[in-house]
């Protein structure tokens, strides 16, 4: 590689890891923490008192789970520092992959009720 090529990728490297301090690190763990704490408050505590449906508290796991998948994917896996093409690749996969299993799941149940 030419010094050119070299520099070129310190200087990317650097700006990768530009945004994340030791103090936003601390922020999105305690983002994260917050959000594990309650989805263990809901069920601990509302969905055995039968305060919410297993189908609204599933909706609100899967809702919170997505919501820690972007903060690690964000942070962590750097993809918040990342160019847009690349975001909007990830992005694109994300959603044809929630459309399939979406997809399935429906004719799964469609199979299932014309078999009988």
Excluded at 13 to 41: C, D, P, S
């Amino acid at each position: 590689m030419t010094d050119q090529n070299i520099h070129a990728a310190e200087e990317h490297a650097h700006e990768e890891h530009e945004g994340m301090t030791r103090r936003k690190i601390w922020q999105v763990f305690g983002i994260l923490l917050a959000i594990t704490i309650v989805e263990f408050i809901i069920a601990l505590w509302v969905l055995p008192g039968k305060h919410l449906s297993h189908g609204v508290g599933n909706c609100i796991y899967i809702v919170l789970t997505l919501l820690k998948a972007f903060y690690i994917v964000a942070y962590f896996m750097h993809l918040k520092f990342e160019r847009v093409a690349f975001k909007t690749t990830i992005v694109a996969v994300l959603v044809l992959v929630i459309y399939f299993i979406i997809l399935l799941l429906t004719e799964g149940t469609y199979l299932h009720v014309h078999m009988n």
